[in-house]
């Protein structure tokens, strides 16, 4: 089995920056595409940022100019660079990756997800 672990998250003030980072471990045998949702109270989660094996990109309309996800293919890991922070960006975010391992006998894919990271925006 695969794992994905977030951290980062925090308090900023509106105006600020924050880095999200997610890893995977496990015997990891293929990476596609890897995204960040966010989940504000009372509202359903939704797609931030995604990027594909290839590196293309894809923003949600709210985020784009602010937020930049990249991933490292190497290190298993994925970035979320967030500035200019708004109060409105106040959510759990979740690190999602499509991963292919090795569970010692067979190969699995895992649509696997992170328990989420607190993001607060407030003066």
């Known amino acids: 089995q695969v794992h994905v672990v977030e951290s980062g998250g925090g308090l900023v003030q509106p105006g600020g920056s924050l880095r999200l980072s997610c890893a995977a471990s496990g015997n990891i045998l293929r990476k596609d595409a890897m995204g960040w949702h966010r989940q504000a109270p009372g509202k359903q989660r939704e797609l931030v940022a995604l990027i594909t094996s290839g590196g293309d990109t894809e923003y949600a309309d709210s985020v784009k100019g602010r937020f930049t996800i990249s991933r490292d293919n190497v290190q298993n890991t994925l970035i979320l660079q967030m500035n200019s922070l708004r109060p409105e960006d106040t959510a759990v975010y979740y690190c999602?990756?499509?991963?292919?391992?090795?569970?010692?006998?067979?190969?699995?894919?895992?649509?696997?997800w992170g328990q989420g990271t607190q993001v607060t925006v407030s003066s």
């Open positions: 999602n990756m499509a991963l292919t391992y090795y569970d010692g006998r067979h190969l699995r894919f895992q649509d696997s």
